[in-house]
């Protein structure tokens, strides 16, 4: 399958400043990625969708100001969590789709902590 | 919208048996594809495998095979001959065939393999 790369594996931030993960697209070119927001023992929540070129739509309850995501080349898209609170602290994982694919490939995932 | 069930939070298997993992859904559409991740400790999503809806065929892979039936909208997953690396949290998955790969899980069914 393809492989998608999520940068970094983690990281831990003061709360407040913002952070930055970035999805790349290794071998094919992605049309579209999705982040997601993954709570411990829980299902995966989808965040936004994201296509290349494009603003981002974000699901019901996201708040847009605070991820901010941006999808500038078919290659990368970038999660940016904004003035992190304690309660940002999460597992973010993206995956990423392109033509021809008939799934969607995941990334590692981005555990963050703020403190 | 599509809701994905997931009815069993946790599951366990001897080592070597056969163990059914269900998962339900609910859609108005006649065409999708349905999906089983594997999600391991390191949390890595992996693909187990795919059915689209349209095939009256259940997909296998290796040791992992699903009962889908399209009429009951459901779509267990089996896997035979339970090997130690394959206790993980297992999704269930809906995609809608014009769904831009957007992806509904379940909220998963976590496995246990007792050597």
């Known amino acids: 399958g393809a492989v998608v790369s999520q940068h970094p594996s983690w990281v831990i931030c003061k709360s407040g400043t913002s952070v930055k993960i970035e999805c790349r697209s290794l071998d094919f070119q992605a049309t579209t990625m999705f982040w997601y927001r993954q709570f411990p023992k829980q299902s995966l929540m989808l965040m936004a969708t994201?296509?290349?070129?494009?603003?981002?739509?974000?699901e019901q309850g996201v708040e847009k100001d605070k991820f901010l995501i941006n999808h500038a080349s078919l290659t990368l898209s970038t999660l940016t969590v904004t003035s992190a609170h304690p309660e940002d602290s999460s597992f973010y994982i993206c995956?990423?789709?392109?033509?021809?694919?008939?799934?969607?490939?995941f990334g590692q995932g981005t555990r963050l902590t703020v403190v | 919208a599509q809701t994905v069930t997931q009815s069993q939070p946790e599951m366990s298997v001897q080592e070597a048996e056969t163990v059914t993992l269900s998962c339900t859904y609910d859609t108005s559409e006649s065409d999708y594809y349905l999906f089983w991740y594997k999600q391991p400790p390191s949390r890595q999503m992996i693909l187990v495998i795919r059915?689209?809806?349209?095939?009256?065929q259940n997909a296998t892979e290796n040791r992992f095979s699903v009962n889908f039936q399209k009429a009951a909208k459901s779509f267990s997953l089996k896997i035979s001959d339970s090997q130690l690396g394959d206790a993980a949290m297992y999704f269930c998955a809906y995609r809608s065939e014009g769904s831009n790969y957007k992806l509904t899980f379940g909220k998963g069914t976590l496995l246990t393999v007792n050597p």
């Open positions: 994201s296509n290349e070129g494009s603003k981002a739509t974000y």
């Open positions: 995956s990423a789709t392109g033509a021809g694919n008939t799934e969607a490939f």
């Open positions: 059915q689209e809806a349209y095939k009256q």
